[in-house]
Nanobody, 124 residues
Framework: QVQLVESGGGLVQAGGSLSLSCAASGRTFSSYAMGWFRQAPGKEREFVARVSRSGSTTYYADSVTGRFTISRDNAKNTVYVQMNSLKPEDTAVYYC?????????????????WGQGTQVTVSS
């Protein structure tokens, strides 16, 4: 079992930056691939970024490529996403998720554990 706790959300103006963190419990963090998803009001949860178990491979949604950077620190059981050049359409609740098995996936159903989410609001 893994417990995930996100932090770092808030209100920022368009063009600004935010950094989100997700702290994981347990001693098997490095065995999980980690992803970030987001969900805006009235919309389905969508994939944002994924980092491999070792941290060597990353994958991004087209909408955030070049603006967001995902990383992880296995010694600290933490995954991060640095968000730059934020746009109003980035406004959503952001969730981190752990994938126990499998390769690159953008589907929420492929992830096994979820955090409670943190709100990111980008004003125009």
């Amino acid at each position: 079992q893994v417990q995930l706790v996100e932090s770092g959300g808030g209100l920022v103006q368009a063009g600004g930056s935010l950094s989100l963190s997700c702290a994981a419990s347990g001693r098997t963090f490095s065995s999980y691939a980690m992803g970030w998803f987001r969900q805006a009001p009235g919309k389905e949860r969508e994939f944002v970024a994924r980092v491999s178990r070792s941290g060597s491979t990353t994958y991004y949604a087209d909408s955030v490529t070049g603006r967001f950077t995902i990383s992880r620190d296995n010694a600290k059981n933490t995954v991060y996403v640095q968000m730059n050049s934020l746009k109003p359409e980035d406004t959503a609740v952001y969730y981190c998720a752990a994938q126990v098995r499998g390769g690159i996936s953008t589907q929420p159903s492929e992830y096994d554990y979820w955090g409670q989410g943190t709100q990111v609001t980008v004003s125009s």
